[in-house]
Nanobody, 123 residues
Framework: QVQLAESGGGLVQAGGSLRLSCTASGRTFGYYNIGWFRQAPGKEREFVALISRSGAITFYADSVKGRFTISRDNAKNTVYLQMTSLKVEDTAAYYC????????????????WGQGTQVTVSS
């Protein structure tokens, strides 16, 4: 059973930074692409970023491009999401998930999800 666990969320002022971590169990972590999604209250879950198995390829939602950076350390079974210049509208629960598919922006392409970590950005 694969488990993903997010950490690093918290309360930060607008303009600040946070780094989220997604740590996975199992030996096959390096075989999968890992994505981050977020869900704000009353809104649908949306794609944030994805990193390929090797870390060589990344994709970002337009809303976070230039502010967020996704990276991974396969030796530690961990993917990171460095968030800078945070805005109030970045407030959401952030989830990491695993996919071997190419439709990285589609939630149905992901088979395992973490429980989420809350990020709250105050004005």
């Amino acid at each position: 059973q694969v488990q993903l666990a997010e950490s690093g969320g918290g309360l930060v002022q607008a303009g600040g930074s946070l780094r989220l971590s997604c740590t996975a169990s199992g030996r096959t972590f390096g075989y999968y692409n890992i994505g981050w999604f977020r869900q704000a209250p009353g809104k649908e879950r949306e794609f944030v970023a994805l990193i390929s198995r090797s870390g060589a390829i990344t994709f970002y939602a337009d809303s976070v491009k230039g502010r967020f950076t996704i990276s991974r350390d396969n030796a530690k079974n961990t993917v990171y999401l460095q968030m800078t210049s945070l805005k109030v509208e970045d407030t959401a629960a952030y989830y990491c998930a695993r996919t071997s598919g190419s439709d990285y922006y589609v939630q149905g392409s992901y088979d395992y999800w973490g429980q989420g970590t809350q990020v709250t950005v105050s004005s």
